[in-house]
């Protein structure tokens, strides 16, 4: 019996061992990967040997990382803000109020979110180019606005149904307006909810892709997705991949770091939103 | 649809007062002001293109000629042309391989993938739900495939399965599972097996969280009862976990479905012009901006939405998921 027992618990840490490693093991061999250079690069090994920091000179030296991480930084913050904006009163509107066409409306905001971001592809590039932003981080914080606002105005909407009635008809007893209960009343609760919506929105923004590698052309203007995905050198044979997990792990780190710290938060929202970065 | 728990304030139908109903009247307003830039600027951002993308699939626009396109009908759809030998000659979209092809390769990763990142999923959520040490530092891990963006898991990944330094060849060279070293990304036998393996690497977590918020949901003491009963735990798997996780499965399932439905940017990275992993999107994108078929591309554009859009409808009707996050 305790023979079994034990085969059990050793089988189910396994698991959880083999489930760790594998989670873990690709950033971890990206960075193992990003020390070496040379002929280092072409060696197979599993511990780190090498400490060469020479990839991470080139790929902030040479080249427009920096500009692109800037842009990125940029674009993703304002979209962000502009999302959440637009989305805190649209939110109080489809949790505390009941009006005809509620459900419809959430479910349309629910679909915006779903759409396949190529069935707007074309229609937006008319947008953008006929707007004059081509190549300009304007167009990335016009487009984006597709998929953060439904995203924003969807979370925050099932974070403010759960709000206590008793509060918000406190303040309408008092003569508050539905402008002062969300300035004044809702806001100083909702800062946990738009901190956890926020950074979700700029995950998705940061990783974009697909308008970002439409929408812009030069390659002072791209921002770091398209930067790594562009990184090639001459030919097949000499893809320089030391210099891309270098800045593979300059962009991952932050959101890594970012990710642990607000965990819990993170997990809240994903459930809530049911969205991928 | 959306029958939310009711925390909004309703105006009680026998006892309207006359301040009352004024109340009502500012709170209705305000639904006016409060929704109104919101919605304005998802018709601009959203509503727009997608008309327009519908409007340009019907015409014979180009890239370098958006406004000079006119009408063509179906042209890109399905047309047919009678030859003077009285043979017919179909073009459009309908009859080309290339487009069944993108179809094919779409829905076969879409459930391949979702299919598997369901199955580990719920592994992962099984063993996150257990209670043991060190779970903190597992839930964690499982967190941080899911921070990295996809183009740079697509590039790690990429060079985890070079054919010459890759790590994964010499780790399965190692163990015997090969006995020479394979060229994932670029052989077309294993191109589609690379991309899958990268996105449930991506992907699993979010399944994982979505389903474990599902299992702490059901109430500890039916464990406990059925325990008390002798029911053995694989039974009390499928007898008690599973159908009541149910709902919860399916709202992450019908969410990855769409997702990996429009997957554009891992393939397009990780097996750039392979034909065997060529999906709707990555195609659409190519005639739209590489081969300067604005108009076919918008075609394929459209088809892709039609066919997400059927899907929703047919996935609302049937499993009557309620998305208003109301599983409670």
Known sequence: MTIVKYVKVAAFYSLVAFIVVVSVFPFYYAILTSFKSGTALFEINYIPRNFDLSNYVTV????????????????????????????VTAAFAL???????????????????????????????????????????????FSYTIFTLPFTVWVLTTFMRDLPIEIEEAAIVDGASPWVIITRVFMPLMWPALVTTGLLAFIAAWNEFLF?????????????????????????????????MAASVIVTAPLVVLVLIFQRKVVQGLTAGGVKG | MASVPDSSIVAPAIAASPARSELMRQRLRAVGWFLVPMLAVLAIVAGWPLARTIYFSFTNASLTDLYGAHWVGFHNYLDWKALKSGRILWSGLLV???????????????????????????????????????????????????????????????????????????????????????????????AMVAVLIVDIWKTTPFMALLILAGLQMIPRDIYEAADIDGVHPVKQFFRITLPLVRPALMV?????????????????????????????????????????????????????????????IIYIWLGRVRFDGGTR
């Open chain 2, 252 to 312: 992450a399932v019908i969410f990855r479905m769409l997702d990996s439905m429009r997957i554009f940017d891992l393939i397009y990275v990780l097996t750039p012009n392979s034909s065997q992993t060529k999906t709707i999107s990555v195609l659409a994108r190519e005639n739209l901006f590489d081969f300067d078929k604005f108009a076919y591309g918008s075609a394929e554009s459209t088809m892709l939405f039609l066919i997400i859009a059927l899907m929703t």
């Open chain 2, 96 to 190: 080309d391989a290339a487009w069944w092809n993108a179809v094919w390769n779409t829905v076969r990763f879409s459930v391949v993938s979702v299919s598997l990142e369901t199955l580990f999923g719920t592994v992962v959520a099984l063993v996150l739900n257990a209670e043991f040490k060190g779970r903190g530092v597992v839930r964690t891990a499982v967190l941080v495939p899911w921070a990295i963006p996809t183009i740079v898991s697509a590039r790690m990944w990429s060079w985890m399965l070079n054919d010459q330094f890759g790590i994964i060849n010499d780790i399965l060279l190692r163990l015997g599972f090969i006995d020479h070293k394979i060229a994932w990304t670029a052989s077309a036998d294993t």
């Open chain 1, 212 to 244: 970002a590698l439409t929408f812009t052309s030069s390659n002072e203007m791209r921002t770091v997705p398209v930067a790594i995905a562009l990184l090639s050198g001459a030919s097949e044979q000499e893809v320089p991949w030391g210099n891309i």
């Open chain 1, 95 to 141: 949790a505390r109020i009941k009006f005809r066409g509620r459900g419809l409306l959430l479910l349309t905001i629910l679909a915006v979110s779903m759409f396949p971001q190529i069935a707007v592809l074309a229609g937006l590039f008319e947008l953008v180019r006929a707007f004059g932003i081509f190549n300009t981080p304007l167009a990335l914080i």
């Open chain 1, 60 to 87: 902030m030296t040479g080249g427009t990382f920096v500009r692109n991480l800037g842009n990125s930084l940029l674009v993703a913050t304002l979209v962000v803000a502009l999302a959440l904006l637009l989305a």
